[in-house]
Structures are given as structure tokens and as C-alpha cells.
């Protein structure tokens, strides 16, 4: 059968409202002013005109009935009342009653009539106060898990105090959780007790069909709100690129969970500078990708805000109502300025290259003045251009070999005049996508490669560079070949050549530690299902999972898009 549940004001307003009209119109009737008494000689011509039947007081009573029954309708107005699919009407042996209320992000949606969730408290409060004294009550709150807000009892005073500070609580609304949670409390009988659930999830009437089937509990749905348009940022993401010159790179994800299009300002802002606005046009139902890069900051925090929403529906623009979800944080990552050390006694196509790139601390060192000091820099180095020189000691982490003399990490095989280049291998991220097709060598030095070796450009009597991986923060390349004695540097593929390497040794090292002991928001931390004895997994998340994690902070879900997503 169906009912009738007052989405604005809570059916104790509703009567309160008509009850203060009617008594008003009654009074009035009772005191209102009276038609004046005329005495006339003689009544003969009245009696003729009106009828004896008539009397002016049925009249009046007419007018009051009407009087009445609009006031009553101005009331239910102000309620809105709007039919639900409801079960049998109560009967009189049900005394349990569990109210499970949905506290996930869109029940702080507020539509000028205040947050959804205050108006369930609002209206179960006042349920609370018409119950018989003997009808037992327990409160349950739905979120990302469920809470035992008050015991399943007669303790009301308790009951009244967890409903003033009721509150949303996490993202996402485990309903089905919540439910378990409320028929497990101990003293409930399912013949004698009606389960309750108040939430605005577009799919809680599949789950309530569900958990009804399996478990034969009386789970009844309250679901008095309206659909409301929302704009919601559902990931947020930070980290430091490691291009040249490395940089801070924003991604902001923002979708429309509504069925009109929406535009709304993007705004990026620390807490004292707003680093750029966008005005962003989003079609129905669509999410929309942000990419931003720009210059390291001294700012520790990102905010992205969504700001001036508006909904082009039918009835006229509308405003977005759940505003938690417009405001995102994560914080910045340190950026380390690109390094590299260049010991020669002088390459000029080097030397240029390198001037040129922007954002990289150069240091030059000639051989001569190699020790200790130019050592310890340049382990510390991302990279390191060796010219036809070799250090004495342990080869360096991070090193490009032009030139290599014997003895070296690189085992030269013998030197060839005039070496006729065969293949090479475009996969490695030294070429990326570069072609060295018809280069031109006067003398070079062909290598022997070893375990572990990579052939990245080979001639027939063997490689003339070859690269070695011992990942990140531990590779290096090497050239058997003077660059001056090729036409290499004439290529356009140098420069690209020259970045891409000390691209790949500077992988993993363009960002500091986080200050503090934050965790970067590219890997935030997650915890996994239980396992025995009640044990939890913690692991983290990487790619396109922790951007979605990302969201997090302040994000609406996709359970939320009919009505309405870990930054570290």
C-alpha cells in the first residue's frame, strides 16, 4: 500500500501549523463583527423577498468549513507530502523499532530547508516523543562502516542527546552493513520489531529488497528528499613531474552528478595566492580531466575549489546544495632541481646542450682537478657526463660514458675505423622514438657486453653503446665513440638523446622526503579486508588507483549521483 512522508516541514509542524490556522479562523468566527439591528415599522416586505427557509448562519458555517479546509491545505503545502511505497500499516504488537540513518556525504546536502540529516534527526526526535513509553528503540549510523550510535533499549534520554549531534560521516554508505549491524543487538525479535532506514541512496531500494529476502527482517524505507543537482570533485591528486625543469603537477577530476549541464569555476589556491581559475562546462551525467603544472612552491598545501555552480534545468538555473564535495586538499611534494657534473677538458656540443636546458644545476670539473670534494658531488649528482675519462675507485651510480678508456665497468673490445651502424634500439627510453639511421663515425670502440648489458646501438663486429639497469638510482650508459669524431651532434635527435638520459637516471629522484613524516599522495596507504582473528592487511596503492584514492578528501561518490570519492 502506499503512504505520505513530508519532505520539508515534519508532520508535527504540519499539525502544528493547521492547528494554529484553524484555531485563528475559529476565533475569528466567534468575535468577528456583528450585522447592526435596525428597528423598521414593519417586516411585511422582507418576509416577502426572502425566504423563511434561509438562514444566514448555515451560510456563515459554510464559509468557516471552507475557510478551514484551505488552511489545512496551505499546511500540507508547506510539507510537501509525497507518496511512498510503505508496508502494512503498523500493528499494535510492534514495540522495537531500529532507526538506521544513512550519514554518507550527500545527507549534508541543504536545499534552504536545512541539511538533509538534521531534518531525519529533526523528524525522529519528534517520532520519539509520540512513541508509547513500552516501544524500545535503537539508533544505527550507515557510513563507510557501521556504528552502534545508541544500544537497543529503553534509554531515550541517551536516544534524544545521539540525535542532536547526529552527523554525516565518510563518503560512501555501507547500507547493507548497517543493517546487518541493526538486526544483530541482542533482545531483538523479529515478529515484535520494525527496522527503519532513512537515506537518499538512489539504489537503497535494491538493498533493502535484498537484505528483506535474506534475512526476513520488516525493513522499511524512509526516503523523503527530492533529487538534487550536484558537482562534486571525485579526485584530486598531486606529485612532482620529472621533466626538465621539474615541476609540481596537479590532476583535478570533477563530474556532474545531475541530468542538466552544469558550469562551475575551478580554482587552484594555496592559503595565501590563487594560482589560476578555469571555467568548466560540463554536460550531463560527465566528468571532465584537469591537468596542471607549474613552478615548485614554497606553500606546503594545494586546494582545488569548485566555486559558482550552476545547473541550466528545465525551471531555470539552480545552484549546487552539497557543497563538501567542491573543496579538495593534498599536500605539495618538495621538488630537488635537476643536477648534473660534467668532467672534461672540454665538449663543446656537450657543454651546449646542456646550457640550454633549463632548470638543471651544471657543475663542470676537469680531470685535473678531480678528488675527493668532485666525487662526493658527484654521487650526489643525477647524472654524470664522464668525457674520455674514467674515475679512479668505484664506478659512480648514475654515469654517461663518451669515450670510455679500457679498465672501466665497460669491457672494450677493440676500436674500429669508420664502423657502419646496423641497428639500434628504439624501446629503450634513451631514443624514445628517435631514428639513428645513417650516422657517421670516424673511430670507434666496440664493446664486449656482459650480463645485464642492453645493446642500444650495435655495428657488426659488435655494440657501440650499450646501457646497464641496476634500477633506479643505479644506471648507467656508455658511447665508444668521441662525439666530436661524428656527426651525432649535428642530429636533431642530440638534444632529445641528452634528455631522455638524464631523464631515465634521474627517474625516482626528482622529489625530497615529505617534511614531517607525510606520506606522498601517489602511494597513501589503505587498509585490507580481515583476515583470521580479525587481522587487517595495510598495503598502499599506486597508479590510476591511488588517483582515484586521491579524491578522497573532500569528494561525493558515485552511489550519491542521483541525489548529489584518498588524499594522503
Known sequence: MFGFEFTRLPGADVAMVAGIGAALAILWFLLRPRPPVVVVSSHVLWELILPRRRNPLVKELVMLALQLLVIGALALALGEPRPVAVDDAEEPAVTQRVWVVDRSLSMATDRGDGARIDRVARELTATLGALPEGVQVGLVGAGESPELLTPFGD?????????????????????????????????????????????????????????????????????????????????????????????????????NHSPWPAQVTLSLETADAVLGEAR?????????????????????????????????????????????DDRAFGWLQPVRPLSAVLVSDGNRFLERVLALLPGVRLTRVTPAAWGARARAEAERADIVFLDSFLPPGKPLPRAFYVAPPPGGPFVVQAAVAEPQVTDWNPDHPLFGGLVLRDL?????????????DLRLVGTPAGALALARDGGPGRRSIAWGFDFGQSDLPLRLAFPQIIVNAMLWMREGRATEPPPGGRHPVTSPLWMGPEGPAGARAVGTMDGDAATERGAATSAATEATAATATDAA
Open 155 to 255: 534509554d531515550r534520554q541517551r536516544l534524544r542527546l545521539a540525535l542532536r549531534l547526529l552527523d554525516v560521516s565518510g563518503v560512501r554508505a555501507d547500507l547493507a552493513a548497517a543493517l546487518s549491524l541493526a538486526v544483530a543487538q541482542p533482545g531483538l525479535r523479529p515478529g515484535d520489531s520494525v527496522v527503519e532506514l532513512w537515506t537518499d541512496d538512489p539504489e537503497a531500494v535494491d538493498v533493502v529488497q535484498s537484505f528483506a529476502e535474506e534475512a526476513g527482517w520488516d525493513v522499511r524505507l524512509r526516503a523523503p528528499f527530492s533529487a538534487a543537482p550536484n558537482l562534486a570533485i571525485t579526485a584530486f591528486d598531486l606529485r612532482a613531474s620529472e621533466g626538465i625543469p621539474a615541476e609540481e603537477e596537479a590532476i583535478v577530476r570533477v563530474r
Open 280 to 324: 568548466l562546462e560540463i554536460a550531463p551525467q560527465a566528468e571532465v580531466l584537469r591537468r596542471y603544472r607549474f613552478q615548485p612552491l614554497d606553500a606546503t598545501g594545494l586546494e582545488a575549489v569548485l566555486r559558482g555552480a550552476s545547473f541550466a534545468s528545465p525551471d531555470g538555473p539552480l545552484s549546487d546544495p552539497l557543497a563538501a
Open 440 to 452: 657517421t663515425i670516424r673511430v670507434g670502440e666496440v664493446f664486449t657486453e656482459q650480463p645485464g
